[in-house]
């Protein structure tokens, strides 16, 4: 159970253009998701927590107009990068909260996103 | 603010030691923290939880302690086999976590 998927695994796209992740929960509903992004030997840097029906609160200093972040339903949250330039280029991972637990997160396989 | 550390960056040990791998926490007291695993190109995989009134906790071959007196979470992985060959992530309450350790356990 607890089982978060994204996609796509991959992406390259080109300077300009931009690119749409999803995130889903496929066995339980997620109030609550989460993206992150990942560097390299780096910590995961918490971007934004979305939660379902409303607007996602964006951490600081991550632009909520270049990362859109949509919670439509309680199994799929997507992320798209406006606008993509080379240093948005990374791994992005997405968790999801199962309603009522307030601790565990279920992370997604990631997106490794390359910006050419 | 409020960060975590992880000792190492890289760890090997022989295969059926016990490794022990370390969190460091400041500028926060979190209620809890959790480990997880991550393979590479992959998400975190959820291991363990402990809370900070919980001085440790098992599952299988896994054993995490945490000493607020310290501001450190020990995570043991006994018996260590090839396959617990990954990076190994502390994380704690609001979302901060460690960079990881890569453990390579060597046959």
């Known amino acids: 159970g607890a089982v978060v998927s994204q996609h796509p695994s991959r992406v390259i796209c080109k300077s300009g253009t931009s690119v749409k992740i999803e995130c889903r929960s496929l066995d339980f509903q997620a109030t609550t998701m989460f993206w992150y992004r990942q560097f390299p030997k780096k910590s995961l840097m918490l971007m934004a927590t979305s939660n379902e029906g409303s607007k996602a609160t964006y951490e600081q200093g991550v632009e909520k107009d270049k990362f859109l972040i949509n919670h439509a339903s309680l199994t799929l949250s997507t992320l798209t990068v406006t606008s993509a330039h080379p240093e948005d280029s990374s791994f992005y991972i997405c968790?999801?909260?199962?309603?009522?637990?307030?601790?565990?997160?279920?992370f997604g396989p990631g997106t490794r996103l390359t910006v050419t | 603010s409020q960060k975590i550390e992880q000792n190492s960056e890289a760890l090997n040990i022989q295969e059926g030691k016990t490794a022990t791998l370390t969190c460091n926490y400041t500028?926060?007291?979190?209620?809890?923290l959790q480990w997880y695993r991550q393979d590479p190109g992959r998400g975190p995989v959820f291991l363990l939880l402990i809370r900070e009134n919980e001085k440790e906790k098992r599952k299988e071959r896994l054993k995490v302690t945490f000493d607020t007196t310290l501001k450190q979470s020990l995570f043991h992985i006994t018996a260590s086999q090839p396959a617990d060959s990954a990076t190994y992530l502390c994380g704690g309450q609001n979302f901060v976590f460690g960079p990881g350790t890569r453990l390579s356990v060597l046959p």
């Open positions: 500028n926060y007291s979190p209620a809890y």
């Open positions: 968790s999801a909260r199962q309603r009522g637990n307030s601790y565990e997160q279920y």
